[in-house]
């Protein structure tokens, strides 16, 4: 299954991701876990894209597009994967169209308090990028990662002034998506509101109708 996930950010598509990938085992190519992973290792991707990113900005599309054409032609995705966080404006849409055929686009919509509680709880895992957050996942020991025992922070993008242009970027570039999609009859839209569980209770249908089709 070739899947995309849209959503705001918060509004739960990694989280979902990791864990459908999990009961699927479909890989998840997440664009924003790919950027700080290169940031991380100061490699020239990384040292391009990190002043980018602090400021909720969206790296040019020629370098996310070429980013993801070649994770895509590993043969781990073949099958299938599990697109978090690309495409986020129409020409990476457009772009994306030209060398992959998707199953669908999956649309995780929730209102924006929903959003910015959850982003300005969120912690991260240093170490296996793992997500938490303060109130509604915590971890059991605070500040440390239930899987891999790493340090868990808080992503510099997801302080206040980021946050808010971040939304703006979503609103302005990568909400047209939602048509974009709809047009071509691949979109299937999630409420993601409540917790993650119930989001994956909504997906498992669609997925498995998706499954049937191909
Ligand atoms: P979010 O929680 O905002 O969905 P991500 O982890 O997906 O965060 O992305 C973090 C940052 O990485 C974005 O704010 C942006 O700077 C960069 N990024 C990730 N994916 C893309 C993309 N498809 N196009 C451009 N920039 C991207």
Known sequence: MKLIFLGAPGAGKGTIATAV??????????????FREAVKNGTELG???????????????EVTVDLVRERLSRPDTAAGYILDGFPRTVP????LAGFQRLDAAINFKCGDEVVISRL?????????????????????????????GGELYTRDDDRD???????RVYREQTEPLISFYRRKSELREIDSAQSVEDSIRQLRPVLQALRKRS
Do not use: F, W
Not at 51 to 58: H, N, T
């Open 161 to 167: 002034e980021s946050i808010r242009n971040r939304l």
């Open 92 to 95: 990476q849409a457009e772009a």
């Open 47 to 61: 040292q391009r894209v990190k002043g980018i990113m602090e400021r909720g900005e969206l790296v040019p599309d």
């Open 120 to 148: 300005s709880g969120r912690r991260v895992c240093r170490s296996c990028g793992a997500i938490y957050h303060v109130k509604n996942i915590p971890p059991r020991r605070e500040g440390v990662c239930d899987r891999c």
């Open 21 to 34: 990938s999990k009961e699927y085992g479909i890989p998840q190519v997440s664009t924003g876990d790919l």
